[in-house]
């Protein structure tokens, strides 16, 4: 199983990206999906996550700004980000568990495959 993240880059504050992340080796319609962040010297937090039963949880920091899809067609789940800010600077890793519910979305060591990263800076 591989998880590939892509997408991310330098932006300025109020800018927009949108993070890809394609899996190979799962289906994305049998497993949830989520982006985590880790900012430098912070923790790992999720950001959002979507199950296999469709439901999707966001971060109070990004809800109403960022947005989480899934096509399953292509094996690929999204993070359109707009209105960024300073503060959503960090590393965005994707993630895919088959045993994880909405309770349980935010632990990280819940999820069986991680993919390598893919850095975001959002300049002021």
């Known amino acids: 199983v591989q998880l590939q993240a892509s997408g991310g880059g330098l932006v300025q504050a109020g800018g927009s990206l949108r993070l890809s992340c394609v899996v190979s080796g799962l289906t994305t319609g049998n497993s949830a999906i989520a982006w985590f962040r880790q900012a430098p010297g912070g923790e790992r937090d999720l950001v959002a996550g979507?199950?296999?039963?469709?439901?999707?949880n966001y971060a109070d920091s990004v809800k109403g700004r960022f947005t989480i899809s899934r096509d399953n067609a292509k094996n690929t789940v999204y993070l359109q980000m707009n209105g960024l800010k300073p503060e959503d600077t960090a590393v965005y890793y994707c993630?895919?568990?088959?045993?994880?519910?909405?309770?349980?979305?935010?632990?990280?060591?819940?999820?069986?495959?991680w993919g390598q990263g893919t850095l975001v800076t959002v300049s002021s």
């Open positions: 993630a895919a568990g088959a045993r994880i519910i909405t309770s349980t979305m935010r632990l990280g060591g819940q999820y069986d495959y």
């Open positions: 979507i199950t296999t039963g469709g439901k999707i």
